[in-house]
């Protein structure tokens, strides 16, 4: 008789093995993903998108700039400013509001208007206005000139100024004078203390010999400034 074979199947391979490589495959990928979600940065939070009520990070002491809509332009005000001529700048005009100036300067009086139209006028008086460098001595000063009654001369209009600036502070009858152009006052302020001081033995007949009309500008000769 012949033989017979079992034609059973074989027997299915067990697979638990299998399955239990997959679950660690499984939970070491899930742990990488909690790993790399723990490292990432958080998300920037958006006080708009959380809501009113929300409140945003913010350091111990910060400050806080509020900066309007709509900001105002100021305007900055500025003093104005003026430049006082000096020695050379006056010697260069070289007229006889040029040297009243000069005087202004010496005597370390300010240079106003009020103060000008006093020096010019009180030139006038001595001199006179075409004439006004005469002797190198626009107000027929004594000091320092060597003449007597203010005939003497100067070597030249610069030491003429610094003599009558002198003048003025060292002689006490002069005082009001000084205080006069000191304080810029009124040209008749100034003007009733030059008549009543002794620079003159006339006193200018106090303001009868004074003309105030308005002094032409006259430039002296070369060479009548310069020391």
């Not at 939070?45 to 709509?70: C, I, K, M, T």
């Not at 000069?102 to 075409?130: A, C, I, Y």
């Not at 009733?192 to 032409?216: C, D, K, R, T, V």
Request: overall charge neutral.
């Amino acid at each position: 008789m012949t033989a017979s074979h079992s034609t059973r199947a074989p027997r299915a391979r067990s697979v638990p093995s299998a399955r239990h490589g997959l679950a660690v495959v499984a939970l070491v990928g899930a742990f990488s993903l909690v790993t790399v979600g723990s490292l990432a940065p958080p998300p920037v939070s958006s006080v708009a998108a959380a809501g009113p009520n929300a409140q945003s990070y913010r350091p111990a002491g910060a400050q806080e700039l509020v900066v309007p809509e709509r900001a105002d332009v100021l305007a900055v005000a500025r003093d104005g400013y003026t430049a006082t001529a000096g020695v050379q700048s006056l010697a260069a005009g070289g007229t006889n509001y040029d040297w009243a100036k000069l005087v202004l300067l010496k005597g370390g009086f300010p240079v106003t208007d009020s103060n000008v139209t006093v020096m010019t006028r009180w030139m006038r008086q001595e001199n006179g206005v075409n004439n006004w460098w005469n002797r190198n001595n626009p107000l027929n000063n004594g000091w320092n000139s060597g003449g007597n009654s203010g005939l003497g001369s100067y070597d030249s209009l610069e030491y003429a100024a610094e003599s009558a600036a002198e003048a003025l502070h060292s002689v006490g009858g002069y005082s009001a004078i000084v205080a006069g152009l000191a304080a810029s006052a009124p040209t008749e302020v100034i003007e009733s203390a030059i008549w009543a001081s002794p620079w003159a033995s006339s006193h200018y007949e106090y303001g009868g010999h004074w003309s105030y009309a308005p002094a032409q500008i006259i430039t002296s000769p070369n060479g009548t400034w310069a020391r």
